[in-house]
T-cell receptor, first 114, second 113 residues
């Protein structure tokens, strides 16, 4: 069964450094998402992306965050200058030909900011 | 008031019992309702997906949506130790929200042999 893959599984970064989290969505999917889950808290929406542009973003997704689909397969989340509070699990998800189709998630990248 | 409320548990049941999970919500605009299962250190895995009110069955899983009460449920029949996981409800308003999901806190389920 097709799946969403995320790399790396764990990223450790010094505060203030830039970090890029990578995702390969399911191949025929058109809608892409990033969510995060701080330890012990709910999964929270960050951003949705369709047709090479951001469709919607949450208040968490400030100027320090950006997303990109650099080629036909990868979808990335960049955090420009990481803060301690950015430590969380980051999940990538994708859905099919319309945004009402169910989203399928990857296993996440655990981001630890020191 | 939180938009999606879910009892975090843990909910402990003996093998073979029925597991009953539920979520309540406040936003009457939600139209799409999902249940995900999450094992430790893994991503959410889609279990059930329903639109609007009604019931949906898939094997041992039954999802119910009561939009008038703003209440959704998931039932797992003949529970197995491998069903031990955290179960997340999630919902969205549909096209206008570009698929943005609102999650519950997740209920931890433990099925004991």
């Amino acid at each position: 069964e097709p799946e969403v893959t995320q790399t790396p599984s764990h990223q450790v970064t010094q505060m203030g450094q830039e970090v890029i989290l990578r995702c390969v969505p399911i191949s025929n999917h058109l809608y892409f998402y990033w969510y995060r889950q701080i330890l012990g808290q709910k999964v929270e929406f960050l951003v949705s992306f369709y047709n090479n542009e951001i469709s919607e973003k949450s208040e968490i997704f400030d100027d320090q965050f950006s997303v990109e689909r650099p080629d036909g397969s990868n979808f990335t989340l960049k955090i420009r200058s990481t803060k301690l509070e950015d430590s969380a699990m980051y999940f990538c998800a994708s859905s099919g030909t319309n945004s009402n189709q169910p989203q399928h998630f990857g296993d996440g990248t655990r981001l630890s900011i020191l | 008031q939180k938009e999606v409320e879910q009892d975090p548990g843990p909910l402990s049941v003996p093998e073979g019992a029925i597991v009953s999970l539920n979520c309540t919500y406040s936003n009457s605009a939600f139209q799409y309702f999902m249940w995900y299962r999450q094992y430790s250190r893994k991503g959410p895995e889609l279990l059930m997906y329903t639109y609007s009110s009604g019931n949906k069955e898939d094997g041992r899983f039954t999802a119910q949506v009561d939009k008038s009460s703003k209440y959704i449920s998931l039932f797992i029949r003949d529970s197995q130790p491998s069903d031990s996981a955290t179960y997340l409800c999630a919902m969205s308003v549909g096209t206008d929200s570009w698929g943005k999901l609102q999650f519950g806190a997740g209920t931890q389920v433990v099925v004991t042999p």
